[in-house]
Nanobody
Framework: QVQLVESGGGLVQPGGSLRLSCAAS????????MGWYRQAPGKQRELVAR???????DYADSVKGRFTISRDSAKNTVYLQMNSLKPEDTAFYYC????????????????WGQGTQVTVSS
């Protein structure tokens, strides 16, 4: 059974830092793409940062220059380093991945983690 397990959320003061981790486990043939989304109360889920299948990275304008996404391919893990956190970064953060489970898969399958809360407050 394939799972995405996030960790690293918590409470931090404005200007502080947190690092989120998301590990993909189970029978995975290949990872197509992997990234982070967030959802604040009363708002739609939005992309935060994503590593694309072409090897690039996309960021929401609101986090550019403050957040960095990276990946450890050997561990099937993606990280989100969040610096200079602001109260408006407060949200539930979800890991998302497009995974090929077998070599015959023509399209990646979409998986979501259970999410982790990030609260930025003094």
């Amino acid at each position: 059974q394939v799972q995405l397990v996030e960790s690293g959320g918590g409470l931090v003061q404005p200007g502080g830092s947190l690092r989120l981790s998301c590990a993909a486990s189970g029978s995975i043939f290949a990872i197509n793409d992997m990234g982070w989304y967030r959802q604040a109360p009363g708002k739609q889920r939005e992309l935060v940062a994503r590593l694309t299948s072409e090897g690039g990275a996309d960021y929401a304008d609101s986090v550019k220059g403050r957040f960095t996404i990276s990946r450890d391919s050997a561990k099937n893990t993606v990280y989100l380093q969040m610096n200079s956190l602001k109260p408006e970064d407060t949200a539930f953060y979800y890991c998302n991945a497009g995974l090929f489970l077998t070599w015959t898969d023509q399209r990646p399958k979409d998986y979501w983690g259970q999410g982790t809360q990030v609260t930025v407050s003094s």
